[in-house]
């Protein structure tokens, strides 16, 4: 099995169940001409992140990591009117490039950017009670998952859906010996998941366009 067939089986995905797009279109196309890296969910994976948020009926998303706002986009589609998405972005060059997507989606007042380092805006977030959030998707630095992780059940509520990009890495997941800074965060992530009774999880591996990775998928138990 080969990536051209993974590229080949996501594009006949997107031709039977994601119609064309003009506004997600421009956001992927606003992020590379901006000289983004191309690093955002697949359209089949960003649909996933939707169809996530309609099954749990989510009204207050967060997310970690917003780099064009791609994923952002998607989320926001699946909240009902009056709703709200917060994303936490570092960079100031892709909070300007997605703060300007989130204008030509017409999404500026569904969803809220905070510019700066997660770990500083998530205290901030549990001290102003933004939460409980229903949904939360982390996508940022890898090597902070655990700490993203620790703040999410902060911000949580028994059933809150959490969502982690890239936890599968090629398979070097499994490599004890790593060095790879991501690799250690997503294996200490992995670590205390053996152990936390605070959620329910799975790991589920992918393969598509962007390659051979995986999601994890929690809920937070009652
Ligand atoms: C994989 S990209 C996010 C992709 C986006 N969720 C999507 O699928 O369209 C990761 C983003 O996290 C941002 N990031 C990295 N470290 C961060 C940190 N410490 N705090 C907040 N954002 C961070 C990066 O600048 C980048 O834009």
């Excluded at 982690?164 to 790593?178: E, L, Q």
């Excluded at 393969?207 to 999601?215: N, Q």
Aim: negative net charge; proline residues 5%.
């Amino acid at each position: 099995m080969t990536q051209e067939l993974w590229t080949a089986v996501d594009a006949y995905i997107k031709e039977k169940m994601i119609p064309a797009d003009a506004v997600l279109a421009a956001a992927q196309q606003n992020g590379i001409d901006a000289g983004l890296p191309p690093i955002a969910v697949s359209p089949v994976q960003g649909k996933m992140l939707h169809l996530l948020a309609r099954m749990c009926g989510a009204k207050n998303v967060l997310e970690i990591g917003t780099l064009a706002g791609y994923s952002t986009i998607w989320l926001a589609r699946a909240l009902p009117a009056g709703e709200r998405v917060i994303t936490l972005e570092l960079d100031r060059k892709h909070a300007e490039v997605s703060r300007k997507n989130f204008v030509m989606a017409g999404l500026a007042d569904v969803i809220e950017l905070r510019l700066g380092s997660a770990l500083d805006s998530l205290p901030k977030l549990v001290e102003e009670r933004r939460g409980p959030f229903d949904l939360i998707f982390i996508d940022a630095d890898k090597s902070n998952i655990p700490a993203y992780f620790d703040w999410s059940l902060k911000l949580s509520r028994p059933g809150t859906v959490i969502v982690v990009d890239n936890i599968i890495r090629d398979g070097k997941v499994i490599d004890t010996d790593s060095k790879d800074p991501n690799i250690q965060g997503v294996r200490r992530f992995n670590e205390r998941l053996a152990t936390e009774t605070r959620v329910s999880a799975t790991e589920i591996q992918t393969v598509g366009e962007k390659g051979y990775d995986g999601f994890a998928l929690l809920v937070v138990n009652g």
